[in-house]
């Protein structure tokens, strides 16, 4: 069966810090994996979108950033995060572009 | 206008009952559409796929879509205090941007025992 990982679960960070989120798929190959953030009482953003090693589509153009080092992990990065940067940060995959999505557990940043 | 359109919320219902989740979206081509369902604080979990017009059902859950009009529903029959919970309504793209899903903000469903 497949499975997602997504790590830390909880992230308080300073203004103007880094950031890194790492998120794994395991029990599939090329799967189709995203980066979403959800605002407090609303729905999802997509940030980043990728279909494999390399190729990255960006949606928000924010002070984000997206790679895919190997086929089954994908991972958020910032260089100076910004308080508007909080939020709860959700990996996903599908199998296929017509198909839902498995999230992983989610990290909820807080930017102070 | 926004993308995807969801009943504002929220909306309360006593146990037994069905509960309805109404979803507008604004993309024509559309061709893919989901339910998740969202607990307070955790990550959304996809319980509905629906993709040709007409109703899906699974367990309690039933799907509704119709094209021509813009619209996908949810109805959960027999409604359970453990069905208590947001429910997000998304629809995926043809073509270039395939794949890529637009949420609706969600409707907070608490259902009373």
């Known amino acids: 069966s497949q499975t997602i990982h997504q790590w830390p679960a909880t992230l308080v960070q300073p203004v103007g810090s880094p950031l890194s989120l790492e998120c794994t798929v395991e029990?599939?190959?090329?799967?189709?994996l995203y980066w979403y953030r959800q605002a407090a009482g609303r729905g999802l953003q997509l940030l980043f979108y990728?279909?494999?090693?390399?190729?990255i589509s960006s949606e928000v153009p924010q002070n984000l950033s997206a790679s895919r080092p190997q086929d089954r992990q994908f991972i958020l990065s910032s260089k100076k995060l910004l308080l508007s940067d909080s939020g709860f940060y959700l990996c996903?995959?599908?199998?296929?572009?017509?198909?839902?999505?498995?999230f992983g557990s989610g990290t909820r940043l807080t930017v102070v | 206008q926004k993308e995807v359109e969801q009943n504002s919320g929220p909306l309360s219902v006593p146990e037994g009952a069905i509960a309805s989740l109404n979803c507008t979206y604004s993309?024509?081509?559309?061709?893919?559409f989901f339910w998740y369902r969202q607990y307070s604080g955790k990550s959304p979990e996809l319980i509905m796929s629906?993709?040709?017009?007409g109703d899906k059902e699974d367990g309690r859950f039933t799907a509704q879509l119709n094209k021509a009009s813009q619209y996908v529903s949810l109805l959960i029959r027999d409604s359970q205090p453990s069905d208590s919970a947001t429910y997000l309504c998304?629809?995926?793209?043809?073509?270039?941007?395939?794949?890529?899903?637009?949420f609706g903000d969600g409707t907070t469903l608490t259902v009373k025992p």
């Open positions: 629906i993709y040709s017009n």
């Open positions: 996903a995959w599908s199998r296929r572009t017509d198909y839902g999505y498995t």
């Open positions: 993309d024509r081509g559309s061709q893919s």
């Open positions: 029990g599939t190959s090329n799967p189709n």
């Open positions: 998304a629809v995926t793209p043809r073509g270039t941007n395939a794949g890529k899903s637009t």
């Open positions: 990728s279909v494999g090693i390399g190729q």
